[in-house]
């Protein structure tokens, strides 16, 4: 036990996510006889949910700064179909197609940020009247058809990465990334214990260090060994490569600039916030737009993976990734979460939705299992803070850099006095 908090910081249950994770993918990598790690599988897996994992990625800054948004599986089919109107009618290539895609989210982004932040409406009450607002216009745009679109759009939301150089009976460009990703995590923890050493501060021993190392870089080398040896034609897919873009960005906006600081401040208290300079309308504004914005791009991602946009596209969209960002221990308050959770939340239910369908579980037993699992994982954490502990899943990835979220209540009064600096 020991040996474990020196491992993961001190607290065990601060992964508890990860190694509820790990947890499912064994039992039904057992009871599956083995099918559930097969690279056909995790590729259909990836394929299947990155769209839902991007909006967790928008969602739970969202829910940070203390707001939901119930329009973003609305606003995405909006998205989705005029996209596809406009290449199909006006013969825009698909790169235009995209970019329009994205500057129509940030307009309807603009458009409920407006009214949650400057009008001062629950961003509850403007997004619930997004979802029937933008529904209805995606039927109405689209006529409640199917609008097919091009093989290179298809692309975007079902492609891989191409076979480059010599045939080792892998998919080279993938083996590269999970080279690269390894060589970025070890050389991220080293740089971090160097630096730490040089302030003086505690470090674990380097077995420690070197245990954890070989347990990340173990699992992306299995998870890239299972992308590059997929059927022929099929490596990494491009969805999934527009996620890992998409985690890196944000997961440094979110804990490592003033922005990311200040949208956790406005989550935590926003009249504290505002005394010390942070303006709040500005970061609810942002939040909301950059919400709409990933849900464009998560349609077109769809619209791309199923060949054409439909009027039933996005439907439920919004739970799923409200879902993965409370299982990924964000708090219903504001002021917690992390983008890194959010994933983690969005796999475990992924995971758990293919498992059961391996298993032959009907469509009924699936979501009765699926709404207890978020049941009890937000209730589990939400016991602990009462019993006055810290949040389990709010404090993960803490040694990878510590967000405004998990601030002492005796830091209180510096971070305040670092916000007013840095506005």
């Known amino acids: 036990m020991n040996a474990l908090k020196k491992l993961f910081g001190g607290n065990t249950r601060q992964f508890g996510m990860i190694f509820a994770l790990v947890a499912l993918i064994v039992f039904f990598q057992i009871f599956t006889e083995g099918r559930t790690l097969t690279p056909g599988n995790v590729i259909n897996l990836f394929n299947g949910n990155s769209y839902i994992l991007i909006l967790a990625i928008g969602m739970v800054l969202v829910i940070i700064a203390g707001h939901i948004d119930l329009s973003v599986g609305s606003v995405a089919a909006f998205v989705g179909v005029a996209v596809a109107l406009a290449i199909r009618d006006w013969g825009i290539p698909w790169y235009a197609g995209v970019l329009l895609g994205l500057a129509l989210g940030a307009l309807i982004g603009a458009w409920q940020g407006f009214w949650t932040a400057y009008v001062g409406i629950p961003a509850f009450i403007v997004t619930l009247a997004g979802m029937l607002l933008f529904r209805g216009f995606n039927q109405f745009v689209g006529k409640s058809n199917t609008i097919p679109v091009p093989a290179d759009f298809q692309y975007l939301g079902s492609g891989y990465l191409p ?24 050389f991220s923890e080293i740089r971090a214990r160097r630096r730490a050493l040089a302030l003086g501060a505690e470090v674990p021993e380097a077995w420690v260090m070197i245990l954890k190392l070989v347990l990340i870089c173990g699992a992306i080398l299995y998870a890239t060994y299972l992308f590059a040896t997929g059927r022929p034609g099929t490596s990494f897919p491009i969805p999934g490569l527009i996620l890992a873009v998409l985690v890196l960005i944000y997961g440094f906006i979110s804990s490592k600039t003033i922005v990311g600081r200040h949208i956790y401040a406005v989550g935590g208290n926003r009249h504290a916030a505002e005394l010390s300079g942070v303006q709040s309308k ?85 979501q009765i299992i699926k709404g207890l699992v978020l049941l009890i994982a937000v209730a589990f954490d939400v016991y602990n803070k009462t019993q006055g502990k810290k949040s389990i899943i709010g404090m993960m990835m803490k040694n990878f850099g510590r967000s405004s979220s998990e601030l002492q209540p005796d830091e209180t009064s510096s971070t305040k006095d670092a916000i007013r600096k840095e506005a």
């Open 163 to 186: 076979e480059v150089g010599p045939n080792t009976g892998y998919n080279n460009l993938t083996l590269f990334l999970g080279l690269l990703a390894v060589a970025f995590v070890i």
């Open 282 to 366: 500005k970061v609810n504004f942002l939040v909301m737009m950059n919400m709409s914005i990933l849900a464009g791009l998560a349609g077109m991602i769809f619209v791309g993976r199923s060949t054409a946009s439909g009027p039933f596209d996005g439907v439920g969209w919004e739970l799923d990734a409200i879902a993965a960002v409370f299982i990924g221990g964000a708090a219903v308050t504001g002021g917690v979460g992390t983008v890194i959770g959010s994933i983690v939340g969005g796999l475990v239910m992924a995971v758990l939705n293919n498992g059961l369908q391996l298993l032959g579980v009907g469509a009924d037993l699936t």
